[in-house]
C-alpha cells in the first residue's frame, strides 16, 4: 500500500454526551448514519484497494457505505480499536474527575496516567502501529482505507510520520467522519497530504461540542 486514509467513525450519542467510549460498542446515532453516508461518494473517489475497521460497530457501520460503492469488502481487525479506559468508559468529565480526581488531573496536564486498567498511550500506539504494518506490507497495491477512532487515529498518523509522543499528541483529534491522507514518496518516507478532511465546509471543522470544550476561552 502506498496511501492511506485514516478515518475516524461517525458521531455518537456518547460523542455529544461528552462520554468517553474506549473500547465500548457504541452505535453511530442518527447524525453519525448520515455522515456516514455523506462521507462514502467522496471516500469512493479514492478507489481504495482495501478497506480496514475496527471492529467496533460505529467504525464498522462508518464503513459499510464506501464499501457498498466500491464493491470492497470491509476486513475487521481488533487492534484499531480506540485506547481503552477501562472504569472511565461512559463517563463524563465532569464525572471522572469527581471519581477519580488524581488521574483527571493528570490527564488534564497531559501526564502519563497511573490506572492499571487504563491503556497507556504507548500501548494503543504499538498495537495500531503492528495493524499498519501488516496493512503497509500486505501484497496489495494502492490505497486502504483504515476506519477507526479518535485515539487510535491520531497514533496511526504520528506513528507512520514517524513521530513520538510529543508532536502526536499536538495534533487535534479528527472530527467524525472525517480522515488524514497519509502518501508514501519514492524514498519510502511518509508524508501527510492533508488532515481532517471531510465533507463539510472547512470552517465547520472543530464545530463539535467535545472540540468546543477542548479550546481555550
Not at 488524581?102 to 497511573?114: A, I, N, Y
Not at 498511550?121 to 500486505?138: M, P, Y
Not at 472525517?178 to 514518496?185: E, F, I, S, V, Y
Request: aromatic share 6%; proline share 5%; charged share 25%.
Amino acid at each position: 500500500m502506498n496511501r492511506l486514509l485514516v478515518v475516524r467513525h461517525g458521531q455518537t450519542e456518547w460523542n455529544i454526551a461528552g462520554r468517553i467510549q474506549g473500547s465500548s460498542d457504541i452505535d453511530l446515532d442518527e447524525t453519525g448514519r448520515a455522515q456516514a453516508v455523506e462521507a462514502g461518494p467522496e471516500l469512493a473517489r479514492y478507489e481504495p484497494a482495501r478497506i480496514i475497521s475496527s471492529d467496533l460497530r460505529r467504525a464498522v457501520d462508518t464503513a459499510k457505505p464506501v464499501s457498498e460503492l466500491t464493491g470492497i469488502d470491509i476486513e475487521l481487525d481488533k487492534r484499531l480499536q480506540e485506547r481503552g479506559y477501562g472504569p472511565w468508559e461512559g463517563l463524563t468529565g465532569a464525572e471522572i474527575a469527581d471519581q477519580f480526581p488524581d488521574d483527571h488531573r493528570r490527564w488534564r496536564g497531559g501526564e502519563p496516567l497511573q490506572h492499571p486498567e487504563i491503556e497507556t498511550w504507548n500501548e494503543l500506539h504499538r498495537r495500531t502501529a503492528e495493524a499498519v504494518r501488516d496493512i503497509i506490507e500486505s501484497d496489495v497495491d494502492g490505497t486502504a482505507i483504515i476506519v477507526c477512532h479518535g485515539g487510535s487515529a491520531r497514533q496511526i498518523v504520528g506513528g507512520i510520520l514517524g513521530w513520538d509522543q510529543t508532536p502526536t499528541s499536538s495534533l487535534s483529534g479528527l472530527d467524525n467522519a472525517h480522515w488524514a491522507d497519509l502518501r508514501r514518496m519514492r524514498s519510502g518516507k511518509w508524508r501527510m497530504f492533508g488532515y481532517n478532511l471531510g465533507v463539510p465546509a472547512p470552517h465547520t471543522i472543530g464545530a463539535s461540542p467535545l472540540a468546543k470544550g477542548q479550546l481555550a476561552r
